[in-house]
């Protein structure tokens, strides 16, 4: 790519703000500013971690860039096009670009829905022209990609493992070829053993599909290891922004040496 | 899922059981016209208060015995001995048209007249309070079905919008809710009665009238649960990931939320038709229900409001209130039987 290249995501002082309202007609008493002037950069193909403990606002962070929240200001630029106030239907087509795994993979799954169904909703959505035949030849192949096996996709949620759910889960995110994921805490809620095989298997598809992650968690050890870039965030802030070995070696702010304390030292 | 449930419902002894009878009930309900001897208008002012009439097994076929009226002041009627009208089946009767326009001109079984069949009794105008029963039945069993289906249907649409939009459209809809709950029920019931009265005067409408007042009472309930089960699915995971694949908001409520909630509409259904059942009876029992030629159970009970079927000792006449009476119990167990089925923690401790 020609330099200077654009980052595939600049985030420019980032605000959300959540009302918190009261009365018949839901006056507004005040806010919670979950993410309060934020701004980074993601380059195409790179992973960026962001930690921070509970509360700080990553998932809210996350939230924003999927637009599953309104932003309350700021800029969010998608490969340089500003994409922070589009209204529904003209993000539409970055639902297709821009997908989110989360952290429960108990709840992340209808439980009413078989995983063919769940994975096809998004083929149905995006490449609206797959006949059924055609749908479940993609979901077969997706759920290969992912670990599972194609004779998983008639069964319903329930019947598979934290790990395995999860793996669902990538594999309905990577139904619609994006090209930005971010990854809520992914390997939160699982063994540790388990963990580390959704990590592997995160950076596989990476390198396989050329994705770009925006990877969330709460303790420094699973970032630094899957990361180019780390964020670290607190109260809404983003207090520490390093590579990997930088935090790791040398942290500079108060509360990313508090956080890292927090890491088991082998 | 469906057949799932109803697999579990017949494994369990209690739910075999209800539902087993009430779907016999509501199959008798179906084909009254086959089965009830006599129309509901059919009257024999000879044969008042009869009481019923005993079966026998004579020469080879079934027989009723005959009476005489022996004390007319009391309707006290005595057994002729040695005297029986057999009972035919598959008679002949005045046709009529089956669900409106298969024309049928038989029924089950009858007695030749002037012989009169009372399997439960008679009334003060000789009509068959077993064939009546029948027919009564159709009012009574149906109007929680189609209430039920009513409230459902609103319930769900503002509960689900409410909790899943939220905001203004939310706190005026929850506030519409309590309005209508903070009105005692049977005072709101009366009172929107008597002012939609005439707008259904015909007395078929009536029907129609008390299942609009019952589901307009009945909604705000279920509109109010659905909204908090709906608030609560609202943050799971999977609706928002529905919304990151760029999937609209109705389908969401129809695909994601709603199928979520079946089971509770499958409780709250069973447990709340006997609701309905009780209304439409309470509404018949003071007159402003169903009306003449009509029949329910509700109006054979206030038709019964009279001081000599106590002193008299004419239980026959009591009979809707048994069959009100066991209906409610078979629903209420259905529905516990299914709600320990779908929701193991709620599960009432013995
Ligand atoms: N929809 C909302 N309405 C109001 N406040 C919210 C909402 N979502 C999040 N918040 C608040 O915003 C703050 C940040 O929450 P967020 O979920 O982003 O934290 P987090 O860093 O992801 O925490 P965790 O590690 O527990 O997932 C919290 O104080 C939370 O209470
Ligand atoms: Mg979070």
Same mark, same amino acid.
């Given at each position: 790519?020609?330099?200077?290249?654009?980052?595939?995501?600049?985030?420019?002082?980032?605000?959300?703000?959540?009302?918190?309202?009261?009365?018949?007609?839901?006056?507004?008493?005040?806010?919670?500013?979950?993410? *309060?002037?934020?701004?980074?950069?993601?380059?195409?193909?790179?992973?960026?971690?962001?930690?921070?403990?509970?509360?700080?606002?990553?998932?809210?962070?996350?939230?924003?860039?999927?637009?599953?929240?309104?932003?309350?200001?700021?800029?969010?630029?998608?490969?340089? &096009?500003?994409?922070?106030?589009?209204?529904?239907?003209?993000?539409?087509?970055?639902r297709k670009k821009?997908q989110?795994?989360?952290?429960?993979?108990?709840?992340?799954?209808?439980?009413?829905?078989?995983?063919? &169904?769940?994975?096809?909703?998004a083929?149905?959505i995006h490449?609206?022209?797959?006949?059924?035949?055609? %749908?479940?030849?993609?979901?077969?192949?997706?759920?290969?990609?992912?670990?599972? &096996?194609?004779?998983?996709?008639?069964?319903?949620?329930?019947?598979?493992?934290?790990?395995? %759910?999860?793996?669902?889960?990538?594999?309905?995110a990577l139904a619609v070829e994006p090209?930005?994921?971010?990854?809520?805490?992914?390997?939160? =809620?699982?063994?540790?053993?388990?963990?580390?095989?959704?990590?592997?298997?995160?950076?596989?598809?990476?390198?396989?599909?050329?994705?770009?992650?925006?990877?969330?968690?709460?303790?420094?050890?699973?970032?630094?290891?899957?990361?180019?870039?780390?964020?670290?965030?607190?109260?809404?802030?983003?207090?520490?922004? =390093?590579?990997?070995?930088?935090?790791?070696?040398?942290?500079? *702010?108060?509360?990313?040496?508090?956080?890292?304390?927090?890491?088991?030292?082998? | 899922?469906?057949? $799932?449930?109803?697999?579990?419902?017949?494994?369990?002894?209690?739910?075999?059981?209800?539902?087993?009878?009430?779907?016999?009930?509501?199959?008798?309900?179906?084909?009254? /016209?086959?089965?009830?001897?006599?129309?509901?208008?059919?009257?024999?002012?000879?044969?008042?208060?009869? /009481?019923?009439?005993?079966?026998?097994?004579?020469?080879?076929?079934?027989?009723?015995?005959?009476?005489? @009226?022996?004390?007319?002041?009391?309707?006290?009627?005595?057994?002729?001995?040695?005297?029986?009208?057999?009972?035919?089946?598959?008679?002949?009767? /005045?046709?009529?048209?089956?669900?409106?326009?298969?024309?049928?001109?038989?029924?089950?079984?009858?007695?030749?007249?002037?012989?009169?069949?009372?399997?439960?009794?008679? #009334?003060?105008?000789?009509?068959?309070?077993?064939?009546?029963?029948?027919?009564?039945?159709?009012?009574?069993?149906?109007?929680?079905?189609?209430?039920? @289906?009513?409230?459902?249907?609103?319930? +769900?649409?503002?509960?689900?919008?409410?909790?899943?939009?939220?905001?203004?459209? $939310?706190?005026?809809?929850?506030?519409?809710?309590?309005?209508?709950?903070?009105?005692?029920?049977?005072? @709101?019931? !009366?009172?929107?009665?008597?002012?939609?009265?005439?707008?259904?005067?015909?007395?078929?409408? !009536?029907?129609?009238?008390?299942?609009?007042?019952?589901?307009?009472?009945?909604?705000?309930?279920?509109?109010?649960?659905?909204?908090?089960?709906?608030?609560?699915?609202?943050?799971? /995971?999977?609706?928002?990931?529905?919304?990151?694949l760029?999937?609209?908001?109705?389908?969401?409520?129809?695909?994601?939320?709603?199928?979520?909630?079946?089971?509770?509409?499958?409780?709250?259904?069973?447990?709340?038709?006997?609701?309905?059942? +009780?209304?439409?009876?309470?509404?018949?029992?003071?007159?402003?229900?169903?009306?003449?030629?009509?029949?329910?159970?509700?109006?054979?009970?206030?038709?019964?409001?009279?001081?000599?079927?106590?002193?008299?000792?004419?239980?026959?006449?009591?009979?809707?209130?048994?069959?009100?009476?066991?209906?409610?119990?078979?629903?209420?167990? +259905?529905?516990?039987?299914?709600? $320990?089925?779908? #929701?193991?923690? +709620?599960?009432?401790?013995?």
């Amino acid at each position: 790519m020609n330099a200077p290249a654009t980052p595939l995501l600049q985030v420019e002082n980032l605000k959300v703000h959540f009302p918190i309202t009261a009365g018949l007609l839901q006056r507004r008493i005040g806010e919670v500013k979950a993410v *309060d002037d934020v701004s980074f950069t993601i380059e195409r193909g790179t992973t960026v971690g962001l930690v921070g403990e509970s509360g700080s606002g990553k998932t809210t962070i996350g939230r924003a860039l999927i637009r599953l929240v309104n932003p309350t200001g700021g800029t969010i630029r998608y490969n340089g &096009k500003d994409i922070t106030f589009l209204r529904e239907s003209q993000f539409r087509p970055y639902r297709k670009k821009i997908q989110i795994i989360f952290q429960d993979p108990y709840n992340s799954l209808n439980p009413r829905l078989t995983i063919f &169904k769940i994975i096809s909703e998004a083929l149905e959505i995006h490449f609206p022209a797959l006949g059924l035949e055609q %749908r479940r030849a993609r979901v077969a192949e997706l759920l290969g990609k992912v670990g599972l &096996k194609p004779e998983h996709m008639d069964r319903y949620p329930h019947e598979f493992s934290g790990g395995q %759910r999860q793996r669902i889960g990538i594999a309905r995110a990577l139904a619609v070829e994006p090209e930005f994921i971010v990854c809520d805490e992914p390997v939160s =809620a699982l063994d540790v053993s388990v963990q580390a095989q959704i990590v592997n298997l995160l950076q596989d598809l990476q390198e396989e599909l050329g994705l770009t992650y925006l990877f969330i968690a709460h303790d420094l050890a699973v970032v630094e290891h899957i990361s180019d870039f780390v964020l670290v965030m607190n109260q809404g802030k983003i207090v520490e922004a =390093a590579t990997a070995e930088a935090i790791y070696q040398n942290p500079q *702010d108060p509360y990313t040496k508090r956080l890292l304390d927090a890491v088991p030292k082998i | 899922m469906t057949s $799932d449930l109803l697999h579990q419902i017949l494994r369990r002894r209690a739910g075999a059981f209800c539902l087993v009878v009430l779907i016999l009930f509501y199959v008798a309900a179906f084909f009254a /016209p086959l089965l009830a001897p006599y129309a509901t208008s059919d009257q024999d002012l000879t044969k008042t208060y009869h /009481p019923p009439t005993g079966v026998v097994w004579q020469e080879g076929r079934l027989a009723v015995r005959l009476y005489k @009226l022996v004390d007319p002041t009391c309707a006290k009627y005595e057994a002729e001995p040695g005297q029986f009208a057999p009972i035919h089946f598959w008679v002949k009767a /005045p046709t009529y048209h089956f669900l409106g326009f298969i024309p049928v001109s038989h029924r089950l079984f009858g007695v030749e007249a002037p012989a009169r069949l009372y399997l439960l009794g008679s #009334d003060e105008t000789g009509r068959d309070v077993f064939s009546r029963l029948l027919y009564g039945s159709r009012v009574s069993l149906t109007i929680g079905l189609i209430g039920i @289906l009513i409230t459902t249907v609103i319930g +769900l649409t503002v509960g689900g919008l409410a909790g899943y939009f939220g905001g203004v459209f $939310d706190s005026v809809a929850m506030r519409g809710t309590e309005l209508i709950m903070a009105i005692p029920g049977l005072y @709101l019931i !009366i009172a929107l009665r008597a002012a939609l009265a005439k707008y259904f005067d015909d007395s078929d409408q !009536i029907f129609i009238l008390i299942v609009v007042i019952l589901s307009f009472i009945g909604w705000a309930g279920t509109a109010r649960v659905i909204r908090g089960l709906t608030l609560s699915l609202r943050n799971r /995971p999977f609706i928002y990931a529905a919304e990151a694949l760029g999937q609209g908001p109705v389908t969401i409520l129809w695909k994601h939320l709603f199928p979520n909630l079946f089971s509770y509409l499958i409780v709250t259904s069973m447990l709340s038709i006997p609701g309905y059942i +009780l209304g439409e009876a309470a509404l018949s029992f003071l007159g402003i229900g169903i009306q003449e030629p009509s029949t329910s159970w509700g109006l054979m009970l206030s038709q019964v409001q009279d001081l000599k079927v106590f002193m008299l000792n004419f239980w026959w006449l009591l009979t809707p209130g048994l069959a009100i009476f066991i209906t409610v119990i078979l629903f209420n167990v +259905l529905g516990d039987v299914v709600r $320990d089925i779908v #929701d193991p923690k +709620l599960k009432t401790q013995v």
